[in-house]
């Protein structure tokens, strides 16, 4: 599995845009239904817009900016879409062109994969393609547009190697060779932000414990924990963390964190 693992860490770089072609494709699918009367169309395809071009600022994507003055266009009904607009045109994303046209730097990727994150076994275990985790296909390419829409850095490749040791929800994060984060979650559990927890329903909320084994640094959210659901609600999958999630936001804020305590933020050359 770690060969496979490894032949995946290049490409897990490249996949910045991912989120955003799932989000485009899944409102497309439900703002274009087909028994909507035209007043609901419309509305829909505006909502749509908006939860594009705000989910696409969330993630670094350059291209929101734009989405969003095209809709202020279209839309003069509604002057804050124009207003919202103006403010980012003259504010750029980290890491996009300012209105100038200029080029923004943008940190360089090491030339190394400079990243290795250990995972239990058991996590891989049951899939057909390990390739196919949520931490691979969903979480590290999130994390790695946040990165960018904060700061404008790339986050590097991450090398994936699997440690029965860390059985059944413990990881250990290397950076350079040196540990930079380690933890043991709780398997079987989702964790929710502090901050976060209102938006949980009153069945979940009602389930909720503190969580010390998920605490992090000072700048690492205060976490919460509640029985991993079933089936559970979109508010609920917005706001609340898988153990796998939990891991690639400790990852992002590793990196991050040796980042800035770089000459001048940049990365080590590979």
Not at 70 to 88: D, G, K, T, W
Not at 202 to 220: C, N
Request: overall charge negative; hydrophobic content about 45%; some cysteine.
């Amino acid at each position: 599995m770690a060969r496979v693992l490894d032949a995946r860490s290049a490409e897990v770089a490249a996949e910045a845009g991912t989120p955003q072609a799932r989000i485009a494709a899944e409102l497309g699918r439900v703002a274009g239904n087909e028994h909507y009367p035209p007043e609901v169309s419309e509305l829909a395809a505006l909502a749509a817009g908006l939860i594009r071009a705000w989910c696409g600022l969330a993630l670094g994507d350059p291209d929101a900016p734009a989405l969003l003055a095209s809709l202020a266009a279209e839309h003069p009904e509604y002057p804050e879409l124009a207003s919202a607009a103006q403010a980012l045109a003259a504010a750029p994303l980290p890491g996009s062109a300012p209105a100038d046209g200029a080029a923004a730097a943008v940190a360089p990727v090491p030339g190394e994969q400079a990243l290795q994150t250990y995972l239990p076994a058991s996590w891989f275990t049951d899939l057909a393609d390990p390739l196919d985790h949520p931490i691979i296909k969903r979480f590290i390419p999130d994390a790695r547009a946040r990165l960018r829409r904060r700061t404008g850095a790339v986050l590097p490749g991450v090398n994936f190697r699997d440690d029965a040791g860390l059985e059944q929800a413990g990881f250990r994060i290397l950076l350079h060779g040196s540990e930079v984060a380690e933890g043991r979650l709780k398997p079987h559990r989702w964790y929710c932000p502090a901050h976060l927890a209102a938006a949980l329903s009153p069945q979940v909320l009602r389930r909720l414990r503190s969580a010390p084994e998920a605490a992090g640094p000072a700048t690492f959210p205060v976490l919460s924990s509640f029985p991993a659901p079933k089936d559970p609600d979109p508010l609920t999958v917005l706001v609340a963390w898988p153990p796998a999630e939990v891991v690639a936001r400790r990852l992002e804020l590793a990196y991050e964190a040796w980042l800035a305590a770089q000459p001048g933020g940049e990365p080590r050359p590979g």
